[in-house]
C-alpha cells in the first residue's frame, strides 16, 4: 500500500487555506444525517465532538472515566504555544513553524506544523471566550511565558492549571451540545475494536466497564482521540489508566502505527522514591523560566550532598555546575526537553547526582526568589511549588527542587494524512494519539495546542469531504454481519483473559515490561541493548499468556481484566517500539542511538537515510511488521544538525 499524506500543492502559507476551500461541503440539512463516534473526551475529543456537534452532526462520545472532564489533559500545567506575538519580541506564525520543526530534529511534516502555528492564534481567541482565565498582565492584556526551544515569549498559560482550564472550557462547549441532544455521551465505556465494512471504519466494540457489557456502535467516521502509549514504561507522567489499546486495536484493523519509537523523556520531574510507586509526577516545564538547574562539581561533594552530611546551601556558587547554562548559552536552562534530559542523564551518570538515589539534580529558585520576591514567585508558580511539598516535604522556596527525566510524551502514534485520516478510511486520529505535528521531539506547550487545533479547527473541515465521498445519507446498518461478528471476537479475547489463573499479577509483567522499555529503549538506546529487549519482550510475552492470573467476572466492574487487556497491547507495541528504534540507527530528537552521536554528545542526525516517516502495518499475530516510508522533504526550511549553543 502506499502511503499519500495528501499534502495541498501550492506554498506553505497557502496550503490550509486553499485546501478548505477545495475540500467538500456537507449542508446544514445533510449534517444531521450522519453519526460520528469520538472515542476520548480530552482536549482533541472533547473540542472535536463539540465543534461537529454545533456544525449540525450527531455525535457519540466514549471515554473510560467516570465523566469526560476527567481526561489527562487536566494533568498539563505549564501552558498553551500560540504565535500572537503580544509581547512584541519578534515571534510570528512562521518562528513558531520554524521552532517546532527544529524542535522536533527535522522529522516533522512541514505542511502540518505550518497549519498548527497558523491556526494557533484562532485557539486562544477561542478559548478567551469560553472563559478560560489566562494569566494577565496589569493591564489586563494576556501574559505570555517562555518554554524550552524558543526564545520568544509565546505560552499562554493559567497558573499551573493551564490543562485542567482548557478542558474546562472544551467540557462546557461539549456539556451544551449534550444538553441539546447533539452528543450521546458514553462514559466508564472502553474501546476494544473497530468495526470495518467494505474496507471502511463503520463503528466501535466496547466494553460497560461498569456491568461487562459489550456492545457495538455505529458511526459514519470513527475519531480516536485516546492520547499516547507512554504508559509502555509502566512508570510514566501519564495517569495510571492512560493506554495504548483503541490506537492498537486500530492498528490490528489496518490502520499503520508510525515512529512508535519516538518518546519524551521530560526533564522536570519528581524522581522515583522506590518500588512502590505507579507513576510519576510533573512538574512543569515552566519552572525553568526562574528555575536554574545545577549539580556539584565534583563527585565528592555529591556524595556529601546524598549522604546528608552537607545541605544544598552549604555547597558555594563557585562549586557549583549549573551545567546547561554553561554548555548551551544562547538558551541556557530553557533548551528542549530532549537536550535537558540527556544532560541531566549524563551528570548523574557521572556520579554528581544528588538526592539519596544519586538520579536526580537541583532546580533551584533562590536567585529567583531573591530578584523578584517570594510573593511574586508564589504568584507564578505557587500551586506548583505546593505540589511539590506536599509529595516530598521539602519546601522548594527554602532549599532547591530535586528532578530528573520521565517518560512524559509521545510523539509517535497513527499514521495520518494531511485530513488526520489514518491508512483507514473512515477512521481518523487527532492529538496526542497521531504522529504528525512533533517529529522526533515535542517542544513544551505545544500538545494543548495540537489537541485543539485538531479538535477545533482541522476535523470539522477534512471530515466533512470525507462524509460526501460516501455518496449516501443513509444510517450505517446496524444488522450487517460485521457488527455481530466483531463484538464476537471481542467477547472471545475477554474469556480468554479471565481464563488466565496463573501466579503472577498483570502489575507484575507490567512492572518488568517497564523496566526493560526504560533500561534498553529509553533515554539511550543501542542495538546491542534493542536486541537484547526485542528477546526479553518475547519471553515476557509468552509469561503473560502462560502465567498471569485475571481475577473476577466480566459482568462487574473488573480492574484487574481491565488492565490485563492494556498491558496485553503494551506488550505487543513495545516490540514494535523496540523494532522501530533499531530500524533507525540515527539520532534525533528523543531518539538517542548511543552509536550515533557527535563529539559533544548530541543526537546525530543522518539524513541521507532517516528523514522518513516509519509507517509499520500489522501482518497478523507474531508475525514481522512491514515498513512503509514516508518520504520528508524539506522546502522550507534547511536541514541543519540542530545547536542550542
Not at 501574559?143 to 472544551?170: C, H, I, K, P, W
Not at 489537541?451 to 444488522?479: E, Q
Request: charged letters at 25%; one cysteine or more.
Amino acid at each position: 500500500m502506499m502511503l499519500d499524506s495528501k499534502i495541498p500543492e501550492g506554498p506553505l502559507a497557502e496550503k490550509w487555506s486553499k485546501h478548505k476551500f477545495n475540500l467538500k461541503l456537507v449542508n446544514p440539512a445533510n449534517k444531521r444525517k450522519f453519526t460520528i463516534i469520538v472515542v476520548g473526551t480530552g482536549l482533541a475529543g472533547a473540542s472535536a465532538a463539540a465543534s461537529l456537534a454545533e456544525l449540525g452532526y450527531n455525535v457519540k462520545t466514549f471515554c473510560y472515566q467516570d465523566s469526560p472532564r476527567r481526561a489527562h489533559s487536566i494533568a498539563a500545567q505549564g501552558g498553551i504555544n500560540a504565535a500572537k506575538n503580544y509581547q512584541n519580541d519578534g515571534d510570528s506564525v512562521y518562528r513558531l513553524f520554524y521552532d517546532t520543526i527544529k524542535g522536533g530534529d527535522y522529522r516533522a511534516r512541514e505542511a502540518n506544523v505550518y497549519r498548527l502555528a497558523e491556526v494557533s492564534v484562532n485557539i486562544i481567541d477561542q478559548c478567551v471566550a469560553q472563559g478560560v482565565p489566562f494569566a494577565r498582565e496589569y493591564g489586563g492584556l494576556l501574559d505570555n511565558r517562555s518554554f524550552g526551544g524558543a526564545q520568544v515569549s509565546r505560552t499562554f498559560y493559567a497558573r499551573g492549571q493551564t490543562g485542567q482550564q482548557l478542558l474546562l472550557g472544551a467540557y462546557s462547549a461539549l456539556n451544551r451540545q449534550i444538553n441539546a441532544g447533539k452528543v450521546q455521551s458514553y462514559t466508564r465505556h472502553e474501546m476494544l475494536d473497530v468495526i470495518m465494512i467494505d474496507g471502511h471504519a463503520k463503528g466501535i466494540v466496547t466494553r460497560d466497564l461498569k456491568t461487562g457489557k459489550i456492545e457495538s456502535h455505529e458511526g459514519h467516521a470513527v475519531l480516536l482521540c485516546t492520547g499516547g502509549y507512554g504508559n509502555v514504561f509502566f512508570l510514566s507522567t501519564n495517569a495510571m489508566g492512560c493506554n495504548v489499546t483503541a490506537a492498537w486495536r486500530a492498528h490490528k484493523r489496518g490502520a499503520f502505527f508510525a515512529n512508535p519509537c519516538y518518546t519524551q523523556i521530560h526533564p522536570t520531574c519528581i524522581p522515583v522514591t522506590g518500588d512502590h510507586q505507579s507513576k510519576l509526577t510533573l512538574m512543569s516545564e515552566s519552572l525553568r523560566n526562574d528555575g536554574r538547574v545545577w549539580v556539584p562539581k565534583t563527585v565528592e561533594l555529591a556524595e556529601k550532598l546524598r549522604k546528608g552530611q552537607l545541605k544544598p546551601s552549604d555547597i558555594k556558587e563557585d562549586d557549583r555546575d549549573y551545567f546547561l547554562e554553561r554548555k548551551y548559552p544562547s538558551f541556557g536552562n530553557l533548551v528542549p526537553r530532549d537536550v535537558a534530559s540527556r544532560n541531566a542523564k549524563m551528570m548523574c551518570d557521572e556520579g554528581r547526582g544528588v538526592g539519596k538515589t544519586g538520579l536526580a539534580v537541583f532546580l533551584d529558585f533562590a536567585e529567583a526568589i531573591q530578584r523578584m520576591g517570594e510573593d511574586t514567585v508564589r504568584a507564578k508558580y505557587g500551586n506548583l511549588f505546593d505540589m511539590y511539598y506536599q509529595i516530598t516535604d521539602e519546601n522548594p522556596y527554602k532549599q532547591p527542587m530535586r528532578i530528573y527525566p520521565a517518560v512524559h510524551y509521545t510523539m509517535g502514534g497513527l499514521w495520518v494524512d494531511y485530513n488526520l485520516m489514518t491508512s483507514i478510511p473512515g477512521l481518523y486520529a487527532l492529538g496526542e494519539c497521531n504522529f504528525s505535528d512533533h517529529g522526533a521531539n515535542r517542544l513544551g506547550a505545544s500538545a494543548l495546542m495540537q489537541g485543539l487545533a485538531d479538535g477545533y479547527f482541522v476535523i470539522p473541515y477534512t471530515v466533512g469531504d470525507y462524509l460526501t465521498s460516501l455518496g449516501s445519507f443513509a444510517p450505517v446498518d446496524k444488522n450487517h454481519p460485521a457488527f455481530e461478528t466483531t463484538r464476537k471476537e471481542v467477547e472471545e479475547k475477554v474469556k480468554k483473559l479471565l481464563s488466565l489463573k496463573g501466579s503472577k499479577t498483570v502489575d507484575d509483567i507490567h512492572k518488568k515490561l517497564g523496566h526493560i522499555m526504560w533500561e534498553y529503549c529509553g533515554m539511550a538506546r543501542n542495538e546491542e541493548g534493542l536486541k537484547k529487549a526485542k528477546v526479553m519482550i518475547q519471553e515476557l510475552r509468552k509469561e503473560f499468556w502462560s502465567d498471569v492470573t485475571v481475577l473476577g467476572e466480566n459482568e462487574e466492574l473488573n480492574l484487574s481484566l481491565e488492565k490485563a487487556g492494556r498491558v496485553a497491547d503494551f506488550l505487543e507495541l513495545g516490540e514494535l517500539m523496540v523494532d522501530d528504534a533499531l530500524n533507525r540507527s540515527e539520532s534525533c530528537g528523543g531518539h538517542f542511538r548511543e552509536e550515533s552521536a557527535t563529539p559533544e554528545g548530541e543526537a546525530k542526525r543522518d539524513d541521507d537515510n532517516f528523514a522518513y516517516v516509519a509507517a509499520w502495518q500489522y501482518n497478523g499475530d507474531n508475525q514481522p511488521e512491514t515498513l512503509h516510508k514516508e518520504a520528508l522533504v524539506f522546502e522550507n526550511v534547511k536541514l541543519t544538525q540542530r545547536s542550542y549553543k
